[in-house]
């Protein structure tokens, strides 16, 4: 019986984050299985890509924060 595996567990495993047992099984059916060799190929591609990506707030974002912070509380009242 061949085990099928979810877009879930390619991301436990790529975060190492399966249990011994089950990234052994994860393992053999990447092995066996090229489809899901190819999902897992594009998946660690993408979270490296991610990884990498650095953002940084626009500046009237930034502003906004400091004028907030400079209040008595940082607080608006609703």
Known sequence: MTE????NDLVK???QDMAEAEA???E???SSNPVLMQDYMELLSTVDLLDNLF?????DVVSEIKNNCQSATGLEKV
């Open 55 to 59: 953002i940084t707030p626009q500046d």
């Open 24 to 26: 052994e099984r994860f």
């Open 4 to 7: 099928s595996f979810t877009p």
């Open 28 to 30: 053999k059916a990447l």
């Open 13 to 15: 495993y790529i975060y």
